[in-house]
């Protein structure tokens, strides 16, 4: 998924831990003038660079929100029981309109699961990935047992839909997950996630599904990569196992469709793979990365601060791995941040300010530098 496996991460075991707290300075700015209730200011006191925060959905498991070329509208996953709807979808919604309490128009099938869908450059079309192919069902999600992981679904592949929901077109065919696919902002390529070498390993191919090329090459899951604004560079998540134990268990994981997302860095490199660079050395999971406008920071989430793997807030850091600094303070999960193209406005998935359920939630506020 795009993050999902991007999501799956969280959406699962994360959204479900109740609200802790997380000392004085995560104390909300919660604002609610006697004569409307109704109102809230849904940021906390030291989100300095987030500013007219809003609350886009309502209810259910709402991942991955990412703005179409022209910032007018977003496409989401949604997975939320109310609209019968088991697991993910692909979904359409206004940028600067909140959703009501109808569903809003799907663009996937219906069947299956899908993740990770991304617009196209024209704004008319989305790639997402999908199962619907190969099953109208769900697939099964792994049980959780001592160690969390995520499954890599063989029966993931990447499909182009018009705005209408009607699938134009599949990009990947070859056997094996096939996903986390995202576009550059020069339109001409997709970089994506695939197990078809045997690893998990980054690729890219041509806007049309031609000349894929494989550009990540190290034992490790490497997956969730974005171009960078000018399209020249990609900045993504990854595992890297060193020790003999860690190789083992990441290899017969990967035997059963299965990885274990709880140990990743940030890293970059250029887009036809060269000059890899590791970003961030935090420890535990630093994952979802994503380019500051200025092709310079990247913003992701981590738990590197949390004791029990828990919370999840953005942070920012210099390309070159200084100057970290904590974007958001919610006291259980902030993640898929993605700025708008303009730069002008973040939105990201929360758990913030859900009364205590499981459901997380898209939001969107201005940048403030």
Known sequence: MKQKMKSA????????????????????????????????ILSYENEKHLANVRQLTFGGD?????WSFDDASLV???????????????????????????????????????????????????????????????PEVPERGEK?????????????????????????????????????????????????SGDVELYTMNIDGSGIKQITNELGYDGGAFFSPDGTRIVFRASRPTTPEAVKEYKDLLKEGLVQPVDMEVFVCNSDGSDVQQVTNLGKANWCPYFHPSGEKIIFASNHSSEKGFPFNLYMINIDGTGLEQITSDPTFDAFPMFSNDGKKMVWG????????RETNIFVADWVE
């Open 148 to 196: 969390y992981v995520w499954a890599l679904y063989d029966s993931f592949d990447i499909f182009v839909a018009d705005l209408q929901g009607n699938v134009t077109a599949q990009l990947t065919k070859e056997p094996g997950y096939d996903a986390e696919a995202t576009v550059s902002p020069k339109g001409d390529k997709i970089v994506f996630t695939s197990t078809r």
């Open 9 to 40: 991460f969280i959406l699962i075991p994360f959204s479900a831990i109740l609200l802790a707290s997380c000392g004085g300075n995560s104390e909300p700015q919660e604002v609610i003038p006697a004569e409307d209730s109704t109102k809230v």
């Open 350 to 357: 929360s758990n913030r300010f859900n009364g205590g359920t």
């Open 62 to 66: 709402n991942a991955e929100a990412y």
């Open 76 to 138: 989401l996953q949604i997975t939320n029981p109310n609209w019968n709807i088991p697991c993910d979808q692909i979904y359409l919604m206004n940028a600067t309109a909140e959703r009501d309490s109808m569903p809003l128009p799907m663009l996937s099938t219906g069947k299956g699961r899908t993740t990770c869908a991304y617009f196209m450059p024209d704004d008319k079309s989305v790639l997402y990935a999908s199962t619907h192919h190969v099953s109208e069902e769900c």
